[in-house]
């Protein structure tokens, strides 16, 4: 059995880091031409460094900056790669950011931000996907389905977390976006999915794994005893990706060694 995304090109937001440049390597090494979405010039660095490692690996793929909470640049962004690489098949929403503050103490700034990118930045890069999904229409020579999305969802789209109101919403609310665009466009055959991370080690949670202490404290969270890493997550979406889970669809999949089985639990209750 083989993962193959042949002839298939792949926006991955938020790709110049984190799990979104682990999803763009796991992906290009299985065929597929990956979009390296970055939102601004300070990530530009980052993101070609991420091409390159998919280049040197024989891969292929280009950056491109765009801030995924911003209609025109979106919108543009999709147009620029249906004029270079034909078409898109498929969409993994991952940008997302934290700006966590006690409740009372959260600016509508904070909120705002977190909602922008991490919920309105999905809803835009759907959107221009599934049209571009349902104007090219079926082409087997690339795969039984019409189009692929993977949202990047969490584990806080089903754990509430103290002190990041916005970071939670914005997970919760993608798990109805992606249930809805399933059922609406599941006829069509486009197929939507989510992955819930649970602690993977990337630069958004640093201060949970960077002393001795905080790991120690993390992994009382996480039964399987270790932090994941990008590529636990990558695996997963070249998998969801391809017509290998042409069944699966309108589903959030926990990636988080048993973070939602509530360990602190194991010893009371
Ligand atoms: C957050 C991380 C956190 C993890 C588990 C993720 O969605 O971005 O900061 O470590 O959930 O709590």
Known sequence: MEISLRNQVAVVTGASSGIGSGIAK??????????????????TDEAKAVL?????????????QCDVSKEDQVVKMF?????QFGTVDILINNAGVQKDSKFT????????????????GQFLCAREAIKEFLRRGIDTSRSVACGKIIHISSVHEIIPWA???????????????????????????IRVN??????IQTPINKDAWSTPEA?????????YNRIGQPQDI????????????DYITGTSIFVDGGMTTFESFSTGG
Request: hydrophobic share 40%.
């Open 105 to 120: 103490e959260m600016t509508l700034d904070q909120w705002n931000t977190v909602i922008g990118i991490n919920l309105t």
């Open 79 to 83: 147009q620029d790669v249906v004029s």
């Open 52 to 64: 390159k490692e998919i280049t040197d690996a024989g891969g292929t793929g280009i950056t491109y």
């Open 163 to 189: 002190g990041h109101a916005n970071y939670a919403s914005s997970k919760g609310a993608i798990r109805m976006l992606m249930q809805t665009l399933a059922q609406e466009y599941g006829a069509d055959k």
């Open 194 to 199: 989510s992955i819930c991370p649970g602690a």
């Open 234 to 245: 990558g695996n997963l979406a070249a998998f969801i990706a391809s017509d290998l889970a």
């Open 215 to 223: 790991l120690d404290s993390l992994l009382k969270l996480i039964p």
């Open 26 to 43: 796991s992906l290009a090494s299985a065929g597929a031409t990956i979009i390296v979405n970055h939102s601004s010039e300070r990530s």
